[in-house]
């Protein structure tokens, strides 16, 4: 079992709608999650970074954990075109030497 | 703004050829890291660095090595390109005592 499993998709939904994207893990050492967002052909970057349990939200992305349940959870509300791309989760904790452990990505199409 | 640089967005290499990727980041980084991704395989780390000529093993080193002989440059040998190591090769790097990473643009190797 991978350390962190993630639905690759593909996930299509319509300009304004609320894009729900998950992933679970198994180490209950992880405290520090993440959300990337990758375009085609470009490099991730940081696009959430939460702390142990809970919501945070900037503009309309809002991230949750639930550490008793090990899930995490991104929100995206009123989706654009732009929102296109694939999304990946990462985590760490523990004595990790600074890696991130992410899961396979979920590939988002929103469509005009 | 940090930025983190790789020698090349393509390369097309011969099966057998000595190949060098190589990664720069400007932001005084104790910590770099090579992945590889590949559809449905997601991110693999092949090779972390978290200081100068300090490295470990990520989950896939086999058929490559790496060199960090200064902190700012972190370099991605295949010994022997064979062509199921045809991919795009991500550079990541981070600050001794944090998680997140920033990533390169890429490269897209092609093994023929």
């Known amino acids: 079992q991978k350390e962190v499993e993630q639905d690759p998709g593909p996930?299509?939904?319509?300009?304004?709608?609320?894009?729900?994207?998950?992933?679970?893990?198994?180490?209950?050492?992880?405290?520090?999650?993440?959300?990337?967002?990758?375009?085609?052909?470009?490099?991730?970057?940081?696009?959430?970074?939460?702390?142990?349990?809970?919501?945070?939200?900037?503009?309309?992305?809002?991230?949750?954990?639930?550490?008793?349940?090990?899930?995490?959870?991104?929100?995206?509300?009123?989706?654009?075109?732009?929102?296109?791309?694939?999304?990946?989760c990462a985590m760490a904790g523990g004595s990790t030497l600074g890696r991130l452990y992410f899961g396979r990505g979920t590939q988002l199409t929103v469509w005009p | 703004d940090v930025k983190v640089t790789q020698s090349s967005r393509y390369l097309v290499k011969r099966t057998g050829e000595k190949v060098f990727l190589e990664c720069v980041q400007d932001m005084d980084h104790e910590n770099m890291f090579w992945y590889r991704q590949d559809p449905g395989l997601g991110l693999r780390l092949i090779y972390f660095s978290y200081d100068v000529k300090m490295k470990e093993k990520g989950d896939i080193p086999e058929g490559y090595s790496v060199s960090r002989e200064k902190k700012e440059r972190f370099s991605l040998i295949l010994e022997s390109a064979s062509t199921n190591q045809t991919s795009m090769y991500l550079?990541?790097?981070?600050?001794?005592?944090?998680?997140?990473?920033?990533f390169g643009p890429g490269t897209r190797l092609t093994v023929t």
């Open chain 1, 11 to 88: 996930l299509s939904v319509p300009e304004g709608a609320i894009v729900s994207l998950n992933c679970t893990y198994s180490n209950s050492a992880f405290q520090y999650f993440m959300w990337y967002r990758q375009y085609s052909r470009k490099g991730p970057e940081l696009l959430m970074y939460t702390y142990s349990s809970g919501n945070k939200e900037d503009g309309r992305f809002t991230a949750q954990v639930d550490k008793s349940s090990k899930y995490i959870s991104l929100f995206i509300r009123d989706s654009q075109p732009s929102d296109s791309a694939t999304y990946l």
């Open chain 2, 91 to 102: 550079c990541a790097s981070n600050p001794g005592g944090y998680y997140e990473q920033y």
